[in-house]
């Protein structure tokens, strides 16, 4: 059940992307889904679908209702990116294909299937979502197929393969941000350390057998979610993201740091 009442136009929006045949389901996530919403928060809709909606049916469903919008931006999903008429809103409308969503979540949770970074986020999400409408009660039944205990070897596996990424193996990112303070290339030590982060974050869920939220509010997530941390773990971080944007060699002994005390949870946590 939904804390309070979404705005008028947004309320419109769900009933006429329900009213499509292709939707099989309307899932209210972030912020406004798990109460945690600010005033720099946006409506979050995911528009599970059988087969795609065209274009312009979505721009004939969203053209009354917004002072701004976007059709079809496909930077990362297939979106509608706009703000909403009567208080400019934002409001992203996410879709996608339902199968897509089933095989993601069992590659992981029924296949054990680790990525490099991230690997939790769609089943963290699916699960956190309100479900808004759903057709022949099919996103519900998916919702409780889906709300199983954290597996163990899913919870190796990530564990397993980030570690690999941070230090240890050949393509590891310590290496990559070793090489590109070298060469005095600080927009790769950037991008580096944020793909270190990546992986680290991943790693730190998966101890917790918490699925992983996203990259959003994280340091906040961890310490409401997670009890098995680091030791000076925040500060670390810090001390990381205060050299991110440097070719300074102090970056190195920092990741160190970080990751020794990693080794350390580890060997703790089993």
Known sequence: MLSFNLHPHAAELVARLSGQPETAGVLLSGSYAVSTNDADSDYDFYIYTTSPIPVEKRREITKDLFGYIE???RYWETEDDGALLDGNMPVDIVYRDLNWL????????????????????IWANFLASVILFGRDGSIGELKQKYDIAYPPELRKNIIEKNYGLLKQRMPAYYSQ???AVRRGDAVSVNHRVAAFFASYFDILFAVNE?????????MRLLKERCVKLPADYESNIR???ALSGTVSTEILPALDTLIGNLDTLLKQAG
């Open 102 to 121: 089933k095989t993601n979540i069992e590659d992981k949770i029924f296949r054990y299937q680790a990525d490099a970074g991230y690997t939790t986020c």
């Open 239 to 241: 001390d990381i993201l």
């Open 71 to 73: 059709l079809d931006n």
């Open 177 to 179: 941000i070793e090489k």
């Open 210 to 218: 918490t699925p992983h939220p996203g990259e959003k509010k994280i």
